[in-house]
């Protein structure tokens, strides 16, 4: 077989999301790295990286133009690129790029084998069990159910949602698209800011529209407008000239700027709520997992309980959303872990999503 060696076999993996592709080749050996043999399904298998770069996602037309600008060795069994869209049938339109990707042409485009699209936050389900010990930061143990049920929420660009199964201890993950869900106000801040929202981008108000990077812009700019704090002279500044969900974030994690701290505040309420939402939904019993770039940047605020106040603060279904585990993903590469899972799984023919956790 093209790509397979005789320690596993090489892929080309991305993570596509409205900011950053990360693309990666990676050799996945041992057990899962065998042809023939259903990915994931046996233990002892590592996967390496090869060669990795991160591309700004939006200097490119296509995400074949992204590829080609990383570089396609001649040696790969295959691809597999996590986008973040919902995938319908064998396409994909990315929700935060103008990008539409056609997965039925997609690997004669960029000279490989075989290729396969996945939802961003698939592809971070399959990726957790990959990960190492220290790669997650523990906000809530709680008491986990053996088997229960695992919801996975992040803010990026975006703001992902997916759900993990455990059917008989064969794990499948559920794609969802919940960031897209009405947001619901709590307080009058909240409804404040919904109807600013509102105005702004014209009806629906959706929870990505305030828990993503570039949600914690427009609660910036809104936390602004509203009067609710001020921001100091040299912010606007290093907003024109930075990312500016991350400054806003650094003012607010080292408290030198009251209106990055109000906008931030507002953000963590928001996500934990949200959180506490999805929890629910699916009774996370096996535990809520935070990914994406942002949770792991403010973890100090996370860590502090502010998002566990907001995430249990459900009536009469706060204790029950006390016993659930509630942990934050540190590592980046969570998403082309789980890519590199799904490849594996697309050359062996197992094409569903299970493995075990």
């Excluded at 990008?99 to 996945?118: D, E, F, S």
């Amino acid at each position: 077989m093209t790509g397979e060696t005789e320690c596993g076999v090489r892929l080309l993996v991305g993570d596509i999301g409205g900011t950053n592709a990360r693309l990666a080749i990676v050799e996945v050996t041992g057990p899962a790295g065998r042809a023939g043999d259903r990915a994931g399904t046996a233990t002892g298998s590592t996967t390496r990286f090869v060669r990795q770069r991160t591309l700004p996602s939006r200097s490119y037309g296509s995400l074949v133009d992204a590829v080609r600008a990383f570089g396609v060795d001649a040696d790969l069994a295959g691809a597999c690129f996590a986008i973040a869209g919902p995938i319908v049938g064998h396409d994909v339109h990315a929700s935060n790029l103008p990008w539409t990707v056609h997965g039925a042409t997609l690997a004669a485009a960029i000279g490989v084998p075989r290729a396969r699209l996945i939802n961003d936050f698939d592809a971070v389900g399959r990726g957790l069990p990959l990960l190492a010990p220290d790669a997650i930061a523990t906000l809530q143990a709680g008491v986990p159910v053996d088997g229960g049920v695992i919801a996975l929420i992040g803010a990026g660009t975006g703001l992902g949602h997916a759900i993990l199964v455990d059917p008989g201890g064969r794990s499948r993950v559920l794609p969802s698209e919940g960031g897209h869900a009405t947001l619901a106000a709590r307080t009058e801040v909240e409804w404040r800011l919904v109807r600013y929202l509102a105005r702004r981008y014209g009806g629906h108000v959706s929870y990505e529209r305030a828990i993503s990077g570039p949600g914690l812009v427009d609660l910036h700019q809104f936390v602004l407008a509203d009067g609710i704090a001020v921001s100091g002279p040299t912010i606007e500044a290093e907003l024109a000239a930075e990312d500016p969900a991350a400054v806003i974030s650094k003012h607010a994690l080292d408290g030198s700027d009251p209106a990055c701290v109000a906008a931030l505040d507002l953000f963590v309420g928001l996500f934990a709520a949200q959180a506490g939402n999805f929890a629910l939904t699916t009774l996370a019993t096996g535990g809520v997992y935070l990914a994406g770039g942002i949770a792991a940047r403010i973890l100090p605020l996370l860590e502090t309980g502010r998002f566990l106040d907001a995430f249990t603060a459900k009536g009469r279904m706060s204790a029950l959303l006390r016993t659930v585990p509630v942990h934050v993903i540190l590592d980046d590469r969570v998403g082309l872990l789980g890519a590199a899972a799904a490849a594996v799984a697309d050359q062996s023919g197992d094409r569903p999503a299970t493995y075990p956790l």
